[in-house]
């Protein structure tokens, strides 16, 4: 295989001999190829811009990517962090977490590229107005100059309009943002700093994306319109299937879509810059013939693409090395040549990669190194296809190895190696997460970091090779790869930790009392011979205490719980706990939160461990608890807090078991939308209901993603898509004298104080007139609702149906919330 002379070369690698694996990203067929050949013949670039994920048209996308071949992004001005999950309990950071892999999912699949600002998805706005009020308006505006100024659209298109008809005060946001920015990113006196950096950009024209969803048709004859359903046989796909598979990527939101076939039409409408009648890219060149420096190029692609032999793509290799040179040689004093430049050499390395059939990859032993530790990579390569490849070294994470020999044709490569993390290398976060993020905003310090979807790979090797005898670098990140015994082989990054993470369990503990409480903290080993020391600190007015704060911790993965003891003194109703270890002599601080879906790679935050601590004046009435699962969310936890004896209601249980061991029974979010059961089980419910028990069903949505099949409730009420989203709105109080602004607990108004971003959503309307309505609320300027929450009796128990958002409030230790939550579930019986 080597000869002893090469071998050594390679000191400190060991040999092995593996048969070929595949990588976990797409690997180029001969079509695939053809597709990218002529892709590189097109100098263009268009930005869609929107404002969450799921906002964009992935049709639209997969047409201009793949059809046009023009450079495609899609810039959200946030990640989704203010919406609803129907696949987990996660919300806010964490649910924005899950929906920008959704998203890079959705690309990998239609073929643009990702892009995101700072503003934080703070829930559901219904003016730009309000958003702006959270937003720094600003601060977002630059963010969208900056990624025009880097991105260099031809053409910008907005998914919705600034007057309105989006629905959401974010869309209209991200449009009134967009064109504000065509012109600001073209003017050296907006954010000049950024010049720095790049250059201004006046993009030709921006449109307005029209629509005819949702009853409301905003297309016109009048408008520029494109049939973006054709077929592209190299594809194999039609752009209507390609855009059902990008939309059913946002699982969470329960996007699922149906693959469409045949003509789509997609209409525009002209806002601003030069007109446009014919074409969105009327009068832009999208050739080589652009520059006059690069008509050669075009010459020597034209030539590549008529000669391509999709059974010897590796023919295409002597053509596509004397592109890249003349890449290599263009002028870099005009910045659009520059840019293309750097644009195309980057895919004309890829097609090099793809027709020589070269695949290359490094692996860690772990998913987890540890700064200043050792870490084992394996790197393998193989070159399929017949052609001349040289390895001339390998660029690991602190150290390069010089060999220089040719590797065989489909002749698999592999060796192992030991490297060391450096002691000062960060831990692992999503860059956005690092600081904590402002009620409107990410916190990002460094400037070339706006725009990106994600963080680079926590480490990386460096293949330097020449194809037939062209030099280049090839970088690829250091992933963890093992296999499953029913999903085979799986991916994951590498994850770069301290030696032991610790979670204080439960996000916020409530007091009733001044009487002593267990506080319980998780510690998970990250390495083998992990010992320490808990140090826990509550702030002034708590005393908290820790017995046996020493822990051991034998091998990577093993955990331990320990308990500490916490109790109010002096009066005070809030604070926090914090907890650290003291490993070796270091402090360590992080807490770690994952996240584990199939559809998207495994993710996880660190931040400070921290809980609160809240005392509440809150009586309870009652034991026995039962919860039925919705969507996800946190309030059976949050239930037990209080000191309930909280059942997790399966749908086996549910069918089985004696209902009248419950005072009352709480369904999850959105229950009904995800469990076709529960229309199964409603004559039981009832019947518990009518026996004297209290049924609280939190929202629903009745809408396209989540329609009710079900019977919810003992009289008839329509769910709607009525909403107060702000927290801070009026509460007018219609029945005072109602038990559940009565007992244990007395509701006022101060029970609305420091609500967190809504006061509720889908909330009921068209009621039967056995439903008494409890509050009125309203947004600014708008008529007051009163279906927040109704309550009707039914025999001898009491049936609630409630929009207001308590899967958002107990969580997050709202007092007011527990006590009304708390009086929901006491209602008393009707004699």
């Avoid at 050296?188 to 009853?215: D, H, M, Y």
Wanted: proline share 4%.
């Amino acid at each position: 295989m080597f000869t002893k002379k090469i071998a050594r070369l390679f000191l400190g690698f060991v040999l092995m001999a593996h048969t070929s694996i595949a990588q976990n990203v797409t690997i180029n067929n001969s079509a695939d190829i053809l597709q990218k050949l002529k892709k590189l013949n097109t100098v263009g670039s268009v930005l869609y811009i929107a404002a969450h994920p799921d906002d964009e048209n992935t049709r639209l996308l997969g047409w201009l990517a793949n059809e046009r071949k023009l450079r495609t992004g899609y810039l959200s001005l946030t990640r989704g962090d203010g919406g609803q999950n129907l696949i987990g309990k996660e919300q806010g950071e964490l649910l924005g977490l899950i929906r920008t892999q959704e998203l890079l999912a959705a690309r990998r699949t239609d073929g643009a590229e990702q892009f995101f600002s700072r503003a934080f998805d703070f829930g559901f706005s219904k003016n730009p107005e309000e958003t702006f009020s959270i937003w720094d308006k600003e601060m977002v505006l630059s963010d969208v100059v900056w990624v025009i100024r880097k991105f260099k659209p031809d053409v910008i298109i907005c998914r919705f309009p600034t007057t309105g008809e989006g629905g959401h005060g974010h869309h209209t946001a991200s449009a009134i943002l967009a064109l504000e920015a065509f012109n600001a990113a073209a003017d050296p006196k907006r954010f000049p700093e950024q010049l720095k950096e790049t250059q201004v950009w006046q993009a030709k024209r921006i449109f307005w994306n029209t629509f005819n969803f949702g009853g409301l048709n905003t297309t016109a004859p009048n408008q520029l319109k494109v049939d973006v359903g054709v077929y592209n046989p190299l594809l194999g796909k039609s752009y209507g299937e390609i855009a059902a598979d990008s939309r059913s990527m946002h699982k969470s939101q329960g996007f699922g879509s149906a693959k469409s076939r045949g003509e789509a039409l997609e209409y525009f409408k002209f806002l601003k810059g030069d007109t446009a009648t014919k074409d969105l890219f009327d009068s832009v060149n999208q050739t080589w013939t652009r520059f006059s420096a690069t008509i050669k190029i075009k010459k020597l692609l034209d030539d590549c693409i008529t000669k391509y032999n999709p059974q010897m793509p590796e023919a295409s290799i002597k053509g596509l090395t004397n592109i890249y040179k003349q890449l290599q040689q263009l002028d870099e004093k005009d910045a659009q040549v520059k840019y293309w430049k750097t644009q195309k050499l980057k895919e004309t390395q890829d097609l090099l990669i793809a027709c020589a059939g070269l695949w290359m990859e490094a692996t860690a032993a772990d998913y987890v190194a540890i700064p200043g530790k050792d870490m084992n990579i394996t790197v393998q390569f193989i070159a399929r296809n017949k052609s001349n490849v040289v390895l001339q070294s390998v660029h690991y994470l602190n150290t390069d190895t010089n060999a220089s020999f040719s590797l065989k044709q489909n002749e698999l490569y592999s060796f192992k190696r030991v490297e060391q993390i450096r002691a000062s290398n960060s831990f692992s976060n999503p860059y956005w997460l690092v600081e904590p993020h402002l009620k409107g905003s990410f916190v990002i310090k460094d400037q070339q970091l706006i725009g990106k979807a994600e963080n680079d790979p926590a480490a990386k090797v460096k293949f330097n090779v020449t194809i037939e005898g062209l030099p280049l670098s090839i970088e690829r990140g250091v992933v963890y790869k093992s296999t499953d015994p029913v999903k085979g082989e799986v991916y994951r990054p590498l994850e770069i930790l301290p030696p032991a993470t610790v979670n204080v369990l439960d996000p916020a503990y409530l007091f009733r009392s001044n009487k002593p409480k267990k506080l319980r903290f998780s510690i998970r080993a990250n390495a083998a011979n992990v010992n320490g020391t808990l140090q826990i600190k509550a702030t002034e007015g708590w005393d908290i205490s820790i017995t046996n704060p020493d822990f051991k911790l034998s091998a990577k993965g093993d955990e331990v719980i320990l308990e500490a003891i916490a109790k109010p003194i002096d009066n005070k109703d809030r604070g926090m706990v914090s907890a650290s270890l003291l490993i070796g002599g270091k402090q360590y601080d992080r807490s770690i939160r994952r996240i584990d879906y199939d559809h998207i790679p495994s993710q996880f935050t660190m931040s400070e461990a921290t809980a609160q601590l809240v005392k509440v004046d809150l009586k309870k009435a009652g034991n026995n608890i039962g919860y039925i699962p919705g969507a996800g969310d946190e309030l059976s936890g949050c239930l037990q807090q209080v000191g309930y004896n909280v059942t997790v209601l399966s749908d086996d249980l549910l069918a089985s078991e004696d209902l009248s061991q419950f005072d009352a029974i709480v369904t999850g979010v959105r229950a009904y939308n995800t469990s076709n059961k529960l229309q199964v089980h409603y004559n039981k419910l009832m019947k518990f209901v009518e026996n004297g028990g209290n049924l609280i069903v939190q929202y629903n949505t009745n809408n396209q993603i989540g329609p009710i099949k079900a019977k919810i409730g003992p009289y008839p009420f329509t769910i709607s898509r009525d909403r107060v989203t702000n927290e801070n709105a009026e509460i007018r109080i219609l029945k005072p004298e109602h038990p559940i602004l009565n007992f244990p607990n007395k509701i006022t108004n101060a029970d609305f104080d420091g609500w967190i971003q809504e006061r509720g959503i889908y909330f009921a309307t068209e009621v039967d007139k056995n439903y008494q309505t409890i509050f009125s609320m309203n947004d600014p300027k708008e008529k007051m609702h009163e279906g927040s929450l109704i309550v009707a009796k039914y025999g001898k128990g009491n049936f609630v149906y409630t929009g207001l958002v308590f899967f958002r409030e107990l969580p997050a230790a709202v007092p007011g919330a527990y006590r009304l939550f708390v009086n929901l579930l006491s209602i008393p019986k009707n004699e």
